[in-house]
């Protein structure tokens, strides 16, 4: 059984870079789903449970999750070095990548081919956010807020944002400042 | 060399600092993950100063999600149409900086306190919160496909494959393309 099986610990911050660089250039459309893979599965540097508890603390941090989670961990094992490490590994390779795509897009921009690509992989990277949302949905329903309360505060942002295009700062810190103090009432009953 | 290091756009040197400091606002504001920043962007990038149209914002997004790695890279892209290598240097410091720091500070202090009523309260509260986003995000990146029945198609069914397959987002994105490509989402 895995579960038997020890946990290791990443040799050097290098190996760490390696590790996560190795991630990055596997995870199209996101990283989470091959960091659960590799960390837990293949790596052995942390449990199942620690791979959650690590996530939802990169969650509820600001900032991109993955990138939280690479600081954290690199952090727990390296201190400031391990950090800096796997936060080099997930980003180098890929934004190299990224920027020759971008700038091969320049060049052929005007081709009608290459514009109707970008327009139906717009499209789809549109349906990829609104997806992922909707498997998320089914978490709201045992959140501490109630129900109702947690549909409205999703719809709310969803209309403020993306129909009235209030600035987010307000937004976060009014809507969200309200929703978090609702929930430190519901808890505390 | 004076377009691939500051654009095409001719742009002057006070656009760096402002990038960088609505970039690193939205970094500290994105609970729930960089994409989520989108919207704001858009509205602060096209609407609000003009430096990209519609359609470069969404195509910025579409190929950071083409490459592999973070969905965070989409920022380096949108700085690299805005203001090329300087734009890309100014929006990635921007989206990392404050919110690593906050993220290596508030890791070392709250490990302990994950328990406690406070944190527990923030999440759920911002649980909603971090949805509604996202699919605040997903409207906003169908602005400049709802003149076309092809790709606003494309985006339902998208949402029916991620939800109920477990195919890889990859595939999608492939078709995407290849259906684009042939004047079908036009």
């Known amino acids: ?189 | 060399m004076n377009a691939v290091l500051f654009g095409a756009h001719g742009l002057d040197s006070g656009v760096l600092p402002a990038l960088f400091l609505h970039f690193g606002m939205l970094s500290l504001l994105a609970i729930g993950g960089a994409l989520t920043t989108a919207p704001d962007m858009q509205r602060y990038l096209v609407g609000e100063r003009g430096w990209l149209s519609d359609a470069q914002f969404t195509s910025s997004v579409a190929i950071a999600q083409a490459a592999p790695g973070p969905n965070l890279l989409f920022v380096a892209v949108v700085g690299w149409n805005i203001a090329g290598l300087a734009g890309v240097a100014a929006t990635m410091a921007g989206s990392l900086l404050p919110s690593t720091t906050l993220a290596l500070a508030a890791s070392r202090y709250g490990d302990r306190r994950r328990e406690s009523r406070a944190m527990k309260a923030f999440s759920a509260g911002m649980a909603p919160l971090t949805l509604g986003l996202l699919l605040a995000t997903g409207w906003v990146l169908t602005a400049p496909v709802r003149d076309s029945w092809g790709a606003l198609l494309l985006v339902p069914f998208t949402v029916l494959m991620l939800v109920k397959t477990k195919i890889s987002p990859i595939w999608l994105v492939g078709a995407g393309a290849a259906i684009g490509a042939f004047g079908w989402a036009g």
């Not at chain 1, 040799?11 to 459309?29: D, I």
């Not at chain 1, 990224?98 to 992989?121: D, K, S």
């Not at chain 1, 501490?144 to 700062?169: Q, S």
Request: charged share 15%; aromatic share 8%.
């Open chain 1, 1 to 189: 059984m895995p579960a038997a099986e020890p946990l290791q610990r990443p040799a050097s911050p290098l190996r760490m870079a390696w590790a996560f660089n190795r991630m990055a250039l596997q995870g199209f459309g996101g990283v989470l789903a091959v960091a659960q893979r590799e960390l837990v599965e293949r790596e052995r540097w942390l449990t199942k449970t620690q791979f959650l508890e690590v996530f939802s603390l990169g969650q509820v941090l600001p900032g991109p999750n993955i990138v939280n989670m690479a600081l954290i961990i690199g952090d727990r094992f390296f201190g400031w070095r391990g950090a800096a490490a796997a936060l080099l590994g997930l980003l180098t390779a890929p934004l190299l990548i990224v920027l020759l795509l971008a700038a091969l897009y320049r060049e052929f921009v005007g081709l009608p081919a290459v514009a109707g690509a970008l327009r139906g992989m717009g499209a789809v990277a549109a349906g990829l956010v609104i997806g992922t949302a909707v498997k998320l949905l089914g978490g709201l329903r045992d959140n501490p807020l109630g129900r109702l309360p947690a549909a409205a505060v999703a719809l709310l942002t969803l209309l403020a944002i993306g129909v009235w295009r209030w600035p987010m700062a307000a937004v976060v810190l009014g809507l969200g400042g309200a929703s978090v103090a609702l929930a430190w009432w519901r808890l505390g009953r």
